[in-house]
């Protein structure tokens, strides 16, 4: 991000990275089967994302979720050096939840810093403190047994603490966010975290939003009114789209079909019409990883570069321009939106509505990706939430989300 004169005068300047709109994807520390990923893997990963055939640019950076190795201590996680030899752009994520401590994280990155220097360091393009904590410990993740979370204070403290380890680095100019779902930063007791915050990821993902017309036509009417409903309450912060996708195949969701032909509408109707080349944008995903969710978000097979549709993006866009934020489409008889742009209070039960499926989403695809990460920690560290739990946690989350029809 180039800073804004206003971000200037705030004194948040943040060094380093020109205004780029990065293409990437995400990317857990562990393959479907629970085994840790090595360099080799994320090798494969990088190369293919840079090679997509029609791909509307080169998806060259990846978001991770944690520093450190699957299954090791603090060992620096290995995707940093397939990332040095793929010259792949890295948002560095830390994970957050069940712990009261991110020393583990912070020494890992250290002995990166220390091990590659700037074939490193100079490939970072932002750090997330965090990812969905606050969802998960919102009234909807809490009713959905999401998981373990993370609120504000918490989420603060350990944003301070990463600045303090890296303040001697050459990573102190890397501009730090915080990944959550779009009505977690909607929520007004939240605001702390935006302004700790240089730039605000949100996670959206029109296909769990039952209940409120989340059938495909119109996923991009839903897309825009989320990333609206967070632009109104980021200020000057930039948004960075961290996750979002639509299954290829799995259960259905309320009117939200899986499909490869949807996965594509999606990725023209969403990547192309809105994000590709204008917001930085980490798809959902190259590969998937979460056994636990039965909605398959990944793009293409076994990381094959002929994706399961043509990525070319089309010149025309069936989603109609919101010129308004308060008003629903009528066409598709979906329900009167929450949240307007302008609304920072978020306190509806749409809003609650949508946190339970956006949410939902994120936990079913996300936590996964986390709780892999929970399971690279040892369990002396804290709380990390183990495996089986997981397991019978994201079924408890489906079904609790099921009762709320
Ligand atoms: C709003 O955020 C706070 C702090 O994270 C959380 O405790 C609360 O449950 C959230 N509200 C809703 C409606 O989810
Ligand atoms: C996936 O790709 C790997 C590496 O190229 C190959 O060994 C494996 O057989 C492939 N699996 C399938 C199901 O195509
Ligand atoms: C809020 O949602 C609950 C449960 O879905 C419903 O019973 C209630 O009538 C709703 N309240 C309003 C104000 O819409």
Redesign the pocket.
Known sequence: MRPTSALVAAGVLVSGTSAENYLGFNSGATLADRSAKFKADWLAEFKTAQNLENAPGKFNAVRLYTNIQAYSEDTPIEAFEAAIETNTKILLGIWTSGTNSIEKELSALKKAIDKYGSKFTDLVIGMSIGSED?YR??????KNEAGIGA??DTLIKFINDYKKAVAGTALKGVPIGHVDTW??WT????KAVIDAVDWIGVDEYPYYENGKGNNIKNSGTLFDRAFNAVKGVAGDKPIWVTETGWPSSGPNWDQAVSSVENAKYYWDEVGCRKLFNKVPTFWYNLRDSNPDNKMKFAITNNLSTKPLFDLTCPTKFDTPTSTSTSAAPSSTGVSAPSSSATSASG?TNT??GS?TSAGADNSAAESGDGTEEADAIPTGSGASIGRSLFTVVSLALVAGVFTLF
Do not use: F, I, R
């Open positions: 606050l410990d919102s009234e909807t993740g809490v609120g504000p009505d977690a929520n007004g007791t939240n306190s809003t609650g946190g």
